[in-house]
C-alpha cells in the first residue's frame, strides 16, 4: 500500500510517509530531475484535456452546451522511478509499462458565436481543486486549469447530405498548474563532497512536486453523427513552454549540527549542481517546444445529454490519454 499511496502523490492523493534516509545529494538531484523532465515533456498533452468533444462543431448561435471532463494522461514511470527508489521501498515494478496517471478535470462550456457570418464556435474550459476540498491529512495541494479555443465550422453535417461529416479546424491556448506537498521523515544527506563537511539535516520535512505549462494549440477535427452515435476524429500539433520540479524542504536546514550558512549554500549548489537554501533542495526543469497529437473518440447523443468518450496520443512524449465528457447540449 505504500509503494501504491507514493507513485500516486501526483495523481493528487496522499502519499504514506517517507522514512528517513542516508544518500549522496547527487541522489537528490538525479532523482527529481528525472522526475522533472519526464513530467514537463507530458504536460501539454494534459492541456488538451477539457473541450475535445465528439463533436466538431457545436452548431450556430443559439446552439450551445455545458459539461463536465474528467480524465487523465499517463506521466511515464521513468520518470517516478528514482524518486520512489530514494524512499528506500524498492522498485515500481508492481505498476503497469502505461504509466502513472496525472487527473485532469475541467468544467466546458461550448457555444455558436453569434452574428459572424461564418459557422464558428468558442470554448472555454476552467478546473480547480485545493486541499481545503478534502480532507486528508498533511496534504497541501493545488491544481487549475483555464483555457479556451475558437473552432471554424468549414462542413456542417447537418447541412449536409450522404456520408461527408461535420469539419472544423481551431486554436485555442490552455494554462495549466499544480503543486503536491506532504510530511516526510526528517532526512539526512550525505554532503561530504565538499571539503569539510559531512551530512545536510533536513528537520519538519516535507517533499514536494509542482509542475506548471502554457500551451498554444491549432487542431483539426471531423465528426459524424449515425443515429444516436457519435464518431470523431482529429489531429493537433501544440507549442508549450512548460516546467515540472520537485524538492524536499524543511523549517531548518544544517550541517553537522550548525545552522547552514551562505558559503555553504553556494558551495554546496555549486558542487552539486541542485539549488540549495535555508529551507532543503529543490530542483527544476523547464521544457519548451512542439509536440503533435492524435485523438478521437465515440459518444452517445440521448436528446440533450450527450456522453463522450476520448483518446489522445502525443508525440514525441508518447503520452497516452483518456477522458470522458458529460454534457447537456442543444
Do not use: C
Not at 516535507?206 to 491549432?218: C, I
Request: hydrophobic share 45%.
Amino acid at each position: 500500500m505504500k509503494k501504491i499511496l507514493i507513485l500516486i502523490t501526483i495523481s493528487l492523493l496522499a502519499i504514506g510517509t517517507v522514512s528517513a534516509q542516508d544518500y549522496d545529494l547527487s541522489v537528490v538531484e538525479d532523482s527529481f530531475e528525472s522526475f522533472a523532465d519526464g513530467v514537463a515533456n507530458a504536460l501539454p498533452a494534459a492541456t488538451n484535456m477539457g473541450l475535445n468533444w465528439n463533436d466538431a462543431y457545436v452548431g450556430s448561435f443559439p446552439h450551445m452546451g455545458v459539461g463536465l471532463t474528467l480524465g487523465a494522461v499517463m506521466l511515464p514511470i521513468d520518470a517516478f522511478e528514482d524518486v520512489y527508489d530514494m524512499t528506500g521501498e524498492g522498485g515500481i515494478d508492481d505498476f503497469s509499462d502505461v504509466g502513472i496517471p496525472l487527473p485532469v478535470y475541467t468544467g466546458d462550456f461550448r457555444m455558436g458565436i453569434p452574428l459572424l457570418p461564418i459557422p464558428m464556435d468558442l470554448g472555454f474550459k476552467f478546473g480547480a481543486l485545493n486541499s481545503s476540498m478534502f480532507e486528508v491529512e498533511d496534504l497541501e495541494m493545488e491544481y487549475l486549469m483555464v483555457g479556451g479555443d475558437v473552432r471554424w465550422a468549414i462542413w456542417e453535417d447537418r447541412k449536409l447530405k450522404g456520408l461527408r461529416p461535420d469539419l472544423s479546424i481551431g486554436v485555442g491556448y490552455t494554462y495549466l498548474k499544480g503543486n503536491i506537498t506532504v510530511p516526510i521523515d526528517d532526512q539526512a544527506v550525505d554532503v561530504s563532497d565538499v571539503p569539510g563537511l559531512n551530512t545536510m539535516n533536513i528537520r519538519d520535512t516535507e517533499m514536494f512536486f509542482d509542475w506548471g505549462s502554457s500551451v498554444l494549440d491549432l487542431k483539426a477535427q471531423v465528426s459524424k453523427q449515425i443515429l444516436i452515435l457519435n464518431l470523431s476524429a482529429g489531429a493537433g500539433v501544440s507549442y508549450g513552454w512548460s516546467h515540472a520540479g520537485g524538492g524536499i524542504t524543511g523549517s531548518t536546514v544544517d550541517v553537522d549540527g550548525v545552522e547552514i550558512t551562505s558559503d555553504q549554500i553556494d558551495l554546496i549548489s555549486q558542487l552539486a549542481g541542485v539549488d540549495v537554501d535555508t529551507d532543503g533542495v529543490t530542483v527544476d526543469s523547464d521544457v519548451s517546444g512542439g509536440s503533435f497529437r492524435f485523438f478521437g473518440g465515440a459518444g452517445l447523443n440521448l436528446w440533450l445529454l450527450k456522453i463522450d468518450l476520448g483518446l489522445l496520443y502525443a508525440v514525441p512524449s508518447n503520452t497516452l490519454g483518456g477522458s470522458v465528457n458529460v454534457r447537456l447540449q442543444y
